[in-house]
């Protein structure tokens, strides 16, 4: 027995057992309610900076596959859970991730619920170190952490009518997406300006999801601001909110955000309920300037904007893993690339 805590700014004390990396690690405490992709979830880029408890109690069931990561490593900072399968959490040692389990995650999912995001530290050492070192970690509001993931250098993935996915920490499974439908994905790196993305003369742009305070994005939102009206332009979790702020509207942050794969959105224009997955700490404020397209049925936040040229949605469309109810987001994204004409600047 590895006795381990986790330490929340509060001072609260989750005891449990370390069953990954030896040392220590601290970020912002956030959950999941999905049940399945723990390897998907772990590795999600928008994930940076936080600590992932798993409100399911026994996490992986299924084993691990590589072929599942959405990235090239895991990026929360340490994962926390009731009970996880041997081969699950070899893996999170192998990865060096500082990993828990035999935690009362019921408890620790309702703090967080009751208090809202918290910061919090973890691994083998006493209380005392801990709840210090929860509270030497900076907050992630005004941290720009997009900009510290996702590609460095422009990639392309399939082939046909091109459209140019701007990297700010996107999941491997939408440029996969995208492909599948017949499109060619030039990803390029997050602190591309306006003028570079067009210079690949896209039929369309889409801006991808990633983590941290959209607000503290400044060089993307501005990028967003002038591709708006250039080209057909899209955007996925945190690229909707970056639109929304390119249109002038605000976000905030939400009191413990919105993560897993069964959160129900209406759809404003069809009056359909669409199942879905999400991963957000941040909300877009509705105001003028942009049409709210979806809502979310949980808390009423927005969860989808449109306009001339624009259409945006704060969930994940391409699921991986969980329900596809959105999925006919990348056909509408295939469909204008193929009768749009190339932008290129001119």
Same mark, same amino acid.
């Given at each position: 027995?590895?006795?381990?805590?986790?330490?929340? !700014?509060?001072?609260?004390?989750?005891?449990?057992?370390?069953?990954?990396?030896?040392?220590?690690?601290?970020?912002?405490?956030?959950?999941?309610?999905?049940?399945?992709?723990?390897?998907?979830?772990?590795?999600?880029?928008?994930?940076?900076?936080?600590?992932?408890?798993?409100?399911?109690?026994?996490?992986? =069931?299924?084993?691990?596959?590589?072929?599942?990561?959405?990235?090239?490593?895991?990026?929360?900072?340490?994962?926390?859970?009731?009970?996880?399968?041997?081969?699950?959490?070899?893996?999170?040692?192998?990865?060096?991730?500082?990993?828990?389990?035999?935690?009362?995650?019921?408890?620790?999912?309702?703090?967080?619920?009751?208090?809202?995001?918290?910061?919090?530290?973890?691994?083998?050492?006493?209380?005392?170190?801990?709840?210090?070192?929860?509270?030497?970690?900076?907050?992630?509001? $005004?941290?720009?952490?997009?900009?510290?993931?996702?590609?460095?250098?422009?990639?392309?993935?399939?082939?046909?009518?091109?459209?140019?996915?701007?990297?700010?920490?996107?999941?491997?499974?939408?440029?996969?997406?995208?492909?599948?439908?017949?499109?060619?994905?030039?990803?390029?790196?997050?602190?591309?300006?306006?003028?570079?993305?067009?210079?690949?003369?896209?039929?369309?742009?889409?801006?991808? =999801?990633?983590?941290?305070?959209?607000?503290?994005?400044?060089?993307?939102?501005?990028?967003?601001?002038?591709?708006?009206?250039?080209?057909?332009?899209? $955007?996925?979790?945190? $690229?909707?909110?970056?639109? $929304?702020?390119?249109?002038?509207?605000?976000?905030?942050?939400?009191?413990?955000?919105?993560?897993?794969?069964?959160?129900?959105?209406?759809?404003?224009?069809?009056?359909?309920?669409?199942?879905?997955?999400?991963?957000?700490?941040?909300?877009?404020?509705?105001?003028?300037?942009?049409?709210?397209?979806?809502?979310?049925? =949980?808390?009423?936040?927005?969860?989808?904007?449109?306009?001339?040229?624009?259409?945006?949605?704060?969930?994940?469309?391409?699921?991986?893993?969980?329900?596809?109810?959105?999925?006919?987001?990348?056909?509408?994204?295939? !469909?204008?690339?193929?009768?749009?004409?190339?932008?290129?600047?001119?």
């Amino acid at each position: 027995m590895r006795t381990a805590r986790l330490v929340l !700014e509060d001072g609260t004390v989750f005891t449990g057992r370390s069953v990954g990396a030896c040392g220590l690690a601290a970020g912002e405490a956030c959950f999941t309610t999905a049940m399945a992709g723990y390897e998907e979830a772990a590795t999600d880029p928008s994930y940076v900076g936080q600590v992932l408890c798993f409100s399911y109690p026994l996490i992986g =069931n299924y084993g691990v596959d590589s072929a599942r990561m959405e990235s090239e490593a895991v990026q929360a900072r340490g994962i926390v859970m009731r009970r996880g399968r041997a081969d699950w959490t070899a893996w999170l040692a192998d990865q060096g991730v500082v990993a828990l389990e035999e935690v009362d995650t019921r408890a620790l999912v309702r703090r967080i619920r009751d208090q809202g995001a918290l910061r919090c530290a973890l691994g083998e050492a006493p209380a005392a170190q801990l709840h210090a070192l929860a509270l030497a970690e900076p907050p992630i509001d $005004g941290r720009p952490l997009a900009i510290r993931v996702g590609a460095s250098q422009p990639y392309s993935v399939g082939s046909g009518p091109r459209v140019t996915l701007l990297d700010l920490g996107c999941k491997r499974s939408i440029p996969e997406r995208l492909a599948a439908t017949g499109l060619e994905v030039l990803v390029v790196p997050g602190d591309w300006d306006a003028d570079a993305i067009l210079g690949t003369s896209p039929r369309a742009v889409l801006i991808g =999801n990633g983590p941290g305070d959209p607000a503290a994005l400044d060089v993307p939102v501005a990028a967003v601001r002038e591709l708006l009206g250039a080209v057909p332009l899209f $955007g996925i979790c945190l $690229g909707h909110q970056l639109v $929304g702020l390119a249109l002038g509207l605000g976000t905030f942050k939400l009191p413990f955000g919105h993560r897993g794969a069964n959160h129900p959105v209406r759809d404003l224009r069809s009056g359909r309920v669409l199942v879905t997955v999400q991963n957000h700490g941040y909300a877009v404020s509705a105001g003028n300037g942009a049409d709210v397209t979806h809502v979310s049925l =949980n808390d009423g936040t927005v969860e989808g904007l449109a306009g001339e040229d624009f259409a945006t949605v704060q969930f994940h469309p391409e699921a991986a893993p969980g329900p596809l109810d959105a999925l006919p987001f990348f056909d509408r994204i295939a !469909e204008t690339c193929r009768n749009a004409p190339i932008f290129a600047l001119s």
